[in-house]
């Protein structure tokens, strides 16, 4: 899944950033400060995700090269729950991991309401309405850190210069067939250059999402309406 979803959003989404992560101080548990990510001195702070070989299932990677779904693995973990409780007990189930939520099967409402919260997810500000698939947001409000210098770092990092994007977007929510694909297209609006062209690009791919600049305007694909309510 890591490795199509490079490929399918043009490395937005790259799963061997962790080096860089941890490099620039992400690497301290959020529940426990005691556990801390340590890497060996080998692996490089930017890897090459068409290294990664996929056989059934058997995955191949070369030594320096790490791994970490990140995002794309809350999603399809909600994705796996969601369709496995649904096939269970032949009704619906709404399933959220980390703010990713994956629906499966029939709502008792009709549809699945799912609030849409602000940048910060201090205040629900839009409600949109599905029958399946994925809803995923990514910001760059929630997981914060400080520099030794004082400098105010987040996670959601550039797979060009390997630094926390900076393109004036602060947060992305996409709807996707699945969380983990919402989850990965997420990573194509901070890759972007700036709020225009990531719009554009989410809507090459025909995806309903909502953009938030810095200076808290929004910004829609085309197609967002269709589930807002």
Wanted: glycine share 10%; net charge negative; with cysteine.
């Amino acid at each position: 899944m890591s490795a199509l979803a490079w490929q399918t959003t043009d490395g937005a989404f790259d799963p061997t950033l962790l080096p860089a992560l941890t490099s620039l101080g992400y690497a301290r548990s959020r529940t426990n400060p005691q556990e801390t990510t340590e890497l060996p001195d080998h692996v490089r702070p930017g890897g090459d995700p068409s290294l990664i070989r996929v056989d059934g299932c058997s995955v191949q990677f070369p030594p320096h090269l790490t791994i970490d779904p990140g995002g794309v693995g809350k999603g399809l973990a909600a994705d796996l729950v969601a369709n496995a409780l649904a096939h269970k007990s032949g009704e619906g189930a709404l399933v959220e991991i980390g703010g990713d939520i994956s629906v499966a099967g029939d709502s008792p409402h009709g549809r699945w309401v799912v609030n849409i919260w602000d940048p910060t997810r201090s205040t629900p500000q839009h409600q949109v309405a599905l029958t399946s698939g994925g809803v995923a947001t990514s910001s760059t409000c929630l997981r914060t850190w400080h520099t030794e210098t004082g400098l105010q770092r987040h996670h959601l990092i550039d797979p060009v210069t390997l630094t926390p994007t900076r393109n004036g977007i602060l947060a992305c929510t996409v709807i996707a067939g699945t969380a983990a694909w919402a989850e990965a297209f997420t990573k194509v609006a901070f890759a972007a250059h700036d709020i225009q062209m990531a719009t554009s690009q989410l809507e090459q791919f025909h995806l309903p999402a909502l953009l938030t600049d810095e200076d808290g305007n929004e910004y829609t694909t085309a197609n967002w309406e269709d589930f807002e309510i």
